[in-house]
Nanobody, 131 residues
Framework: QVQLVESGGGSVQPGGSLRLSCAAS????????MGWFRQAPGKEREFVGT???????????YYSDSVRGRFTISRDSTKNTVFLQMNSLKPEDTAVYYC?????????????????????WGQGTQVTVSS
């Protein structure tokens, strides 16, 4: 049984930083897209960013416009884990953050932000940015 378990959420003041982790078990995702979505109260779940394997042990990352330059995704393929480093946090970043993994290795760039292309989801971790 595949499980994705997030950790690292919490409360922080505007301008602060948090680092989320997502550990996968039940199968190996080192060659598959893994990423993050978030959902604020009353809103749709939206894409944050994804790390996609491009071969040779290398990954490339995709980000939404709202977080590009502030958030960074990284992978530890040996530990089947993906991280989300969030800097310069804003109140509008407040949401439940979900880890997601796709079973489509060759997910094209245009399909990366579509949550329908992710097959496995974590339970979510709350991030609150407030003064």
């Amino acid at each position: 049984q595949v499980q994705l378990v997030e950790s690292g959420g919490g409360s922080v003041q505007p301008g602060g930083s948090l680092r989320l982790s997502c550990a996968a078990s039940g199968r190996t995702f080192s060659n598959y897209p893994m990423g993050w979505f978030r959902q604020a109260p009353g809103k749709e779940r939206e894409f944050v960013g994804t790390s996609r394997w491009i071969g040779g042990g290398a990954y490339t990352a995709y980000y939404s416009d709202s977080v590009r330059g502030r958030f960074t995704i990284s992978r530890d393929s040996t530990k089947n884990t993906v991280f989300l480093q969030m800097n310069s946090l804003k109140p509008e970043d407040t949401a439940v953050y979900y880890c997601a993994a796709s079973s489509t290795r060759g997910l094209i760039a245009g399909n990366i932000p579509n949550k329908a292309n992710y097959d496995y989801w974590g339970q979510g971790t709350q991030v609150t940015v407030s003064s």
